[in-house]
Structures are given as C-alpha cells and as structure tokens.
C-alpha cells in the first residue's frame, strides 16, 4: 500500500502560514532551493518547475496530491486552474466548483477519499500540500512527515495539524542541514 506523505514547509514556532496565508517570509539558501528542486521536484507547481527548466523532471516521490482549499486558493488568484499538471490532484471543498478537468474537487469524507488512494496500485505516495486543516483531519492516515524547517520564527498564523488535540506519534528517521539554517527532518509514523 502506498503512503501518504505530508510535506510540508515550517517555521520554527510551527507554523506553516501567517495569519493571512502569507508564505513569502520563509528564507532559504541557494543550496536548500537547488535540493528541493533535484529532491522533490514533483512537489513543486508546475509553473516553477517550468521557471526553473525543470519541467520534464520525472516524479520521485509522487503522483497524486491532496490539498485544501487554501492551498488550492493562490493558484486561482493567479489564474492557474490547474497548479500540479504533472500530478493527479484532489481539492477537498465544501463550496468549490470544478474549473480544470485536471482538478477534482471533493466535497465528501477526506479521510475515507485518502484511504481509496492508498490502495490504488503505484510506486509512487500520495502528497498531502496541505492546510493544517485538512492535515488534521488526515492526521491518522498520514504515514510519513516530510517537515522542511525554516531558521524563522512567525509569531502567529496557521498550524501544521489544525486545532485539535491530539497526541500522534513519529520516529524521526533523518535531517538533513543546509548553510542558512534550514533542516529537512524525515518522520515515520509510529503504527
């Protein structure tokens, strides 16, 4: 079965936006970008792929993702209806109509959604890009933690699991450390 992995960017105080959805405060060194772009490109948008010549980069890791709605947001507003081109994408909204073929809008049950993708036969995980929200409902079939840490402290803003309490527990597996203080901090969930 394959796994759902949350990847997601972190400030020191856990945060993963600020309180109005900001995510242009994150610093990150000319080392850490190039990683995440030979790393992970299949976990960028398809139009920075392109800005970055890499567009024909094959998926490492993923061939699905999973989104909110604010996550999906930022992307309309710059009139991109379609942000992972290069990945099956579900958006899981209440009030969203479809605009891309490309793009399912879910309005029903994230957890059991996620579980019918888990099954589905691939060498390939499944990425949850987030909000916090949707993490936190999803917070029992997450499998894996990808957390890219920034040196930066937000003060405020939206948190990595949403608002409920609920004690889940990971190994960290591994970290990696870039000049500038960024950290990627590998997890496992503990089953």
Do not use: C
Request: hydrophobic share 40%.
């Amino acid at each position: 079965m394959r796994k759902l992995v949350y990847y997601i960017a972190l400030s020191i105080d856990g945060f993963i936006a600020g309180p109005n959805d900001e995510v242009d405060f994150y610093p990150g060194s000319d080392e850490y970008m190039r990683w995440m772009a030979t790393e992970y490109p299949d976990a960028l948008p398809t139009h920075v792929r392109r800005h970055l010549g890499i567009d024909g980069a094959p998926n490492r890791h993923f061939d699905t993702i999973v989104m909110g709605r604010r996550t999906y947001d930022p992307a309309l507003k710059l009139g991109i209806t379609s942000p992972y081109a290069h990945l099956r994408q579900y958006v899981f909204s209440r009030t969203l109509e479809p605009r891309d073929p490309n793009v399912r809008i879910v309005n029903g049950d994230a957890v059991e959604t996620v579980r019918a993708l888990k099954r589905e036969e691939s060498a390939l995980d499944i990425y949850l890009a987030g909000g916090g929200e949707l993490a936190g409902q999803l917070l029992d079939e997450i499998d894996r933690l990808v957390v890219k840490l920034y040196p930066v402290v937000a003060g405020a803003g939206r948190t990595a699991f949403g608002s409920r309490f609920s004690p889940t527990n990971f190994n960290l597996d591994d970290v990696k450390t870039f000049p500038g203080g960024n950290a990627v901090l590998y997890y496992s969930r503990v089953r």
